[in-house]
């Protein structure tokens, strides 16, 4: 991986400019420029590659395409801007979605600033939904979400299956659907990217479909949807060898996750150094709920601050995929989640909702609900194994209130919380939780290490429950606040080895 990054870096360095007012672009906000702009990919391409400079202006444009060997540069000052009109951007036929900048199947290419990429955000959204009420556009998604369902909103940029990659110092901004996807591609680096995408709904900050050897560093998103999303749309496919380091996240969902979407796998990734804030739902989620492989994650160095859930953990079975106890029945092997590190944590929790006042905040959930604790949640015939947590500090608010909801924790009580197998993996969806700093269900070998959970305010839960868990280990475990005359831990149905 490092050979092909370097080799990249090494073809940039060398790569001649071309500008694109020489084939013909504007840059001045209303003339459309795309013409100009995929001719001189083309020509560039074809003539032995080279960089795309877009200087001093605004590069107003529908769907683009980046071929072998072309990077496109923005200057500081400079703005590829997305057009307005719906129409304006195409379905690429191989990725069956629509984007402002497209790659399938190209090699040696790169989005580098120090300038900026703008969609067409809301008003394509609003765009697309005229065009529905006139039944130029048929959706069923729309009626039940007054937008149109995200194939059918373009991103800011989609590559599939491209190889030597780099986006650096670039800024996007304002799609109308997720930021950013790359799918199938490999040796990627991302580094000092900024992505503002808090604007409409589905803003994700960065999609990484089944991609490998990836490094991505020194990068800022603020999004509406996921911020740093890993997903995987192949059941013979996975993202692995994966390094996000020293990057910040602002989510109204969930600041790192891998899933929802989770067929093939995720396996061999390390996340150093986070800074997480104002986030609505988790700070680190990791699911499996379509029958994906999950092994060999590390998690060192994470700050959460603000944000609702700390740390959830998910087997799900939400597509049906097969019975947990037949092995042949799955589309692909068995699927699993072990060997998950996470080590080095602060987080703190808020009482009130965490991303209160920007633009698109997370839905209000349904009540009742207490403030929900962090998660590892496996399934019946689908166990989450080896987890470990080192040198971890969570600050929960409290004040939960027994006669606004109440989960208890007698085994009558624990017997009866659903398992939710089929609904879509998030910590709010079973509304109370019996603990409040820690749930853990059918699961095998976790080990707590140098922890502290403080609670802030008066709760009536015990500090952490376990339910149906094998090797369950705490050394150096400190809990403070914990109510008179509660546990501090609940072991039900578990052992230490």
């Not at 605004?58 to 496109?72: A, E, H, P």
């Not at 995408?197 to 999609?207: K, L, W, Y």
């Not at 061999?268 to 029958?291: E, F, K, P, Q």
């Amino acid at each position: 991986m490092v050979f092909a990054l370097l080799s990249l870096g090494s073809f940039l360095l060398m790569a001649k400019d071309y500008n694109a007012r020489d084939f013909g672009a504007v840059g001045n906000g209303v003339t459309m420029d795309t013409r100009s702009i995929q001719y001189a990919i083309d020509y560039i391409c074809e003539n032995g590659g080279g960089r795309l400079v877009l200087s001093d202006g605004t590069f107003l444009s529908g769907s683009i395409w980046l071929k072998d060997n072309v990077t496109l540069h923005v200057e500081r000052g400079a703005v590829l801007q997305g057009s307005y009109r719906y129409w304006d951007y195409k379905v690429d036929p191989a990725i069956n979605w629509m984007a402002l900048v497209f790659a399938v199947d190209a090699g040696n290419i790169g989005i580098t600033g120090p300038g900026t990429i703008r969609g067409g955000g809301m008003r394509v959204g609003e765009d697309s939904t005229k065009y529905w009420h006139y039944g130029q556009i048929i959706d069923d998604h729309l009626p039940h979400c007054d937008f149109l369902n995200e194939r059918m909103r373009p991103c800011n940029v989609y590559f599939l299956r491209c190889d030597n990659v780099t986006i650096k110092d670039i800024t996007f901004t304002e799609p109308t659907c997720w930021n950013q996807t790359y799918d199938l591609c490999t040796n990627m680096l991302f580094e000092n990217m900024i992505v503002d995408a808090n604007v409409f709904s589905n803003n994700d900050g960065i999609d990484l479909v089944d991609c490998q050897n990836v490094v991505m560093r020194k990068c800022f998103i603020n999004s509406e949807d996921d911020a740093f999303c890993l997903k995987s749309h192949h059941v013979y496919s996975c993202c692995r060898n994966i390094l996000i380091e020293d990057c910040r996240a602002r989510s109204s969902a969930s600041a790192v996750k891998f899933g929802t979407a989770s067929f093939g796998g995720f396996k061999d990734i390390t996340i150093r150094n986070m800074y997480v804030y104002d986030t609505y739902r988790s700070a680190l989620t990791i699911a499996s709920v379509d029958g994906a492989q999950i092994e060999n994650i590390l998690v060192d160095g994470l700050i959460s601050i603000n944000t609702g859930n700390p740390i959830f953990f998910r087997f799900g079975n939400r597509n049906a995929i097969a019975d947990p106890n037949t092995d042949s029945q799955y589309i692909h092997s068995r699927p699993y989640i072990k060997g998950i590190t996470v080590r080095n944590m602060y987080a703190e929790v808020p009482f009130s909702k965490a991303d209160k006042g920007y633009p698109f905040e997370g839905p209000h959930q349904e009540m009742p609900r207490n403030v929900c604790p962090s998660s590892i949640l496996g399934i019946p015939g689908l166990r989450i194994e080896d987890v470990s947590f080192e040198n971890i500090e969570i600050v929960y608010p409290g004040y939960a209130d027994k006669e606004f909801a109440c989960r208890g924790y007698s085994p009558a009580e624990l017997e009866a919380i659903p398992e939710k197998e089929t609904v879509y993996p998030e910590f709010c969806n079973w509304q109370e939780m019996p603990a409040w700093a820690f749930y853990i269900r059918h699961a095998d070998n976790v080990s707590f290490t140098n922890v502290k959970f403080r609670l802030d305010g008066p709760d009536y839960r015990p500090a952490i429950v376990t339910d149906d868990v094998k090797g369950f280990k705490t050394k150096r475990i400190e809990i403070v606040g914990n109510a008179e005359g509660i546990p501090e831990i609940v072991r039900y149905k578990t052992s230490r080895k």
